[in-house]
């Protein structure tokens, strides 16, 4: 089966930096997205890693490491406006079309 | 504006009706995706088509059925409606081999099922 967890809630402040944490297990792993959601709005893609490392974006960043099913998501300089959830999806087969599967995704609130 | 248009954006309905959903995908794009996703649920897949022909199932139930049509828009059908089916459903769009940037979504139809 496909598992993907994440934290349910997060805060941070202003101007901080925070980090959202995904694992998963799935069979097959070709990718893994991290897309932005605010209340009612649809998802909008963040990031994409297929292979382990860091990829660099502006203020926000994505990490994986394949070995560990492991993720995550930095966002740097914070800003009130990056209160939203953040989804984290994996496409578990060998395929650039299969369905991708998302977890229940992170809330975060940006504080002052 | 993502490219992919749904409509209606909200819909209140009985219990026990029927109600269809549209979704055309963004120009090029020959895939479509439908997702669910309730109060504290993640997004559920239901049911991808690729160029007119039903490609994935997920889990969909028995009274939810789609169609993609040949100029590639694509339709839910949801009946016997029931409290629970109240969500949002999202269409979603890709392109072909082009697997980096995954999907692009459209702006979600809001059900309530009263």
Same mark, same amino acid.
Request: net charge neutral.
């Given at each position: 089966? !496909?598992?993907?967890?994440?934290?349910?809630? =997060?805060?941070?402040?202003?101007?901080?930096?925070? !980090?959202?944490?995904?694992?998963?297990?799935?069979?097959?792993?070709?990718?893994?997205?991290?897309?932005? !959601?605010?209340?009612?709005?649809?998802?909008?893609?963040?990031?994409?890693?297929?292979?382990?490392?860091?990829?660099?974006?502006?203020?926000?960043?994505?990490?994986?490491?394949?070995?560990?099913?492991?993720?995550? *998501?930095?966002?740097?300089?914070?800003? =009130?406006?990056?209160?939203?959830?953040?989804?984290?999806?994996?496409?578990?087969?060998?395929?650039?079309?299969?369905?991708?599967?998302?977890?229940?995704?992170?809330? *975060?609130?940006?504080?002052? | 504006?993502?490219?992919?248009? +749904?409509? %209606?954006?909200?819909?209140?309905?009985?219990? &026990?009706?029927?109600?269809?959903?549209?979704?055309?995908?963004?120009?090029?794009?020959?895939?479509?995706?439908? #997702? +669910? +996703?309730?109060?504290?649920? &993640?997004?559920?897949?239901?049911? +991808? #088509?690729?160029? &007119? $022909?039903?490609?994935?199932?997920?889990?969909?139930? $028995?009274?939810?059925?789609?169609?993609?049509? %040949?100029?590639?828009?694509?339709?839910?059908?949801?009946?016997?409606?029931?409290?629970?089916?109240?969500?949002? #459903?999202?269409?979603?769009?890709?392109?072909?081999?082009?697997?980096? #940037?995954?999907?692009?979504? &459209?702006?979600?139809?809001?059900?309530?099922?009263?």
């Amino acid at each position: 089966g !496909q598992n993907i967890d994440q934290p349910t809630e =997060m805060t941070a402040t202003e101007g901080a930096i925070v !980090q959202i944490n995904c694992t998963y297990q799935t069979s097959g792993f070709n990718g893994l997205f991290w897309y932005q !959601q605010h209340a009612g709005e649809a998802p909008t893609f963040l990031s994409y890693n297929v292979l382990d490392g860091l990829e660099e974006k502006g203020r926000f960043s994505s990490f994986l490491s394949r070995s560990k099913g492991y993720s995550y *998501l930095l966002l740097k300089e914070l800003q =009130m406006k990056d209160s939203a959830s953040y989804l984290c999806a994996v496409r578990p087969l060998n395929s650039g079309n299969t369905p991708l599967v998302f977890g229940k995704g992170t809330r *975060l609130s940006v504080i002052a | 504006d993502s490219g992919v248009t +749904q409509t %209606p954006k909200h819909l209140i309905t009985a219990t &026990g009706q029927r109600v269809t959903l549209r979704c055309s995908p963004r120009s090029g794009d020959l895939s479509v995706y439908w #997702y +669910q +996703q309730s109060l504290d649920q &993640g997004l559920q897949f239901l049911i +991808q #088509y690729y160029n &007119g $022909e039903e490609r994935a199932k997920g889990n969909i139930l $028995e009274r939810f059925s789609a169609q993609q049509f %040949p100029d590639l828009h694509s339709e839910l059908n949801l009946s016997s409606l029931e409290l629970g089916d109240s969500a949002l #459903y999202f269409c979603a769009s890709s392109e072909k081999k082009t697997g980096s #940037y995954g999907y692009t979504f &459209g702006s979600g139809t809001r059900l309530t099922v009263v």
